[in-house]
């Protein structure tokens, strides 16, 4: 009981002092003295009761009531004390664990909290996780539909991830063995602590700038407090928002984040999410071989095109002459007729006759005759000889 | 060197041009020499990589 006190007063209190204006207490006084008076009689202790009127200051102070139905009481939790706690609510049922103290500049009877848990199903973490997750499936964040596709062959996979941590190096060992064609960019972050979120916050911006193809975000297991920073509802949407496919690998398998749940894949493990982010080169390899056939398939088959081309083009040159032969076929019929029309034989059928001599020479005229000539006539069905008297 | 997924769509394109029915003889041999080109490139590629791993602190410029 160390408080300081106006001289000629000992402990407790002095009746006559105080019936008097002489010797009166000043407010400091009182209220140090009160102070004394609880922090020597009520040691840190636990506490239960309902939130009230919860205010977190830009400090990272808590400033909220505890009260159940007959009392209620200010509580702060400074920054340092609360900085692993998800926030809580007002009407939320808490255990704090707490040192009853004065505020002396208010004059208010104040727990100073050193621990708060949830009586809650699941604790703080739960509800903190559920209230995140609400939010983020109300702007649509959680829709499958928004899951993009990972790239075949990625030529840049970056990684957040701890420097020095299990998961680089087994990220390192599964990209390097599968896909070394790719380059492996490594955006160190703080992945536990009070920092982690801002630092987790801080890699993923500057990733956005980078020609990335897939982005991997891991970490290896850890308590639900290591965690914290992938379930930080900062952190959900910054992943969300990232212009390429993101797998994320936090923690444990049993372990879900809000980080995994928002990621376009969700990998058991940074192994995992390194063999989700790669092809695999001898596959590859093979399926290269596969497509050496197909090309070479394919051009027999280009080369049958041309050949078919050309065997079409032959045919319709052939029916093309047929046809001009045809045609001139009927042509020689119809000449054939005419020229039958104007055929000599046609004259002698109408009772003409075509009279020669032996050398065939034809005899048209009187004189071509003399007496005794001999002279052969051709008349429509054959020949006669004569001889003129 | 043309990246990886690049040479491969490439050859799909390749190989669809070759399986159409309009070419000459002459453009096929071409695109089945471009072709085989492509693919030796990107076995190449595949054969002799060695990943490289940056850190971001180190490429970044100084801003």
Redesign the interface.
Known sequence: MGAPVSPGHGPGLDLFAAASAEGAWTVGEVTRRARAVIEAGLPPLWVRGEIAGFKAWRSGHWYFSLRDKTAQMRCVMFAKQNFRLPTPSDGMQVFVFARPSMYEEKGEFQLTVMELLSTEQGGLWKLAFEKAKAALTRDGLLDPARKRRL???P?RIAVVTS?DGAALRDI?AV??RRW?????????AQVQGAKAEASVCS?LN??RR?PVDVLVVARGGGSVEDLWAFNSERVARAVAAMPMPVISAIGHETDVTLCDLVADLRAPTPSAAAEAATPD?GE??AQ?GV??Q??AR??R???R??VERLDRAGDRLVRGIEHRIERSGALLTAHGARLDALSPLRVLGRGYAVARDENGQVLKRVAQLPSGKVFRLRVTDGEVHGRVQ | MAEFSKQLERLEAIMRRLESEDLDLDEALKLFEEGVERLRAAREQLQQAELKVKKVLEIESPS
Do not use: D, K
């Open positions: 790239p075949a062959f030529r420097p390192q990209v390097g070394p064609v790719a380059e492996l960019i490594v955006v160190p890699a500057r990733i980078l080169r590859v390899l290269c497509l050496g197909r090309l394919a051009l088959t280009a080369s095109h041309v």
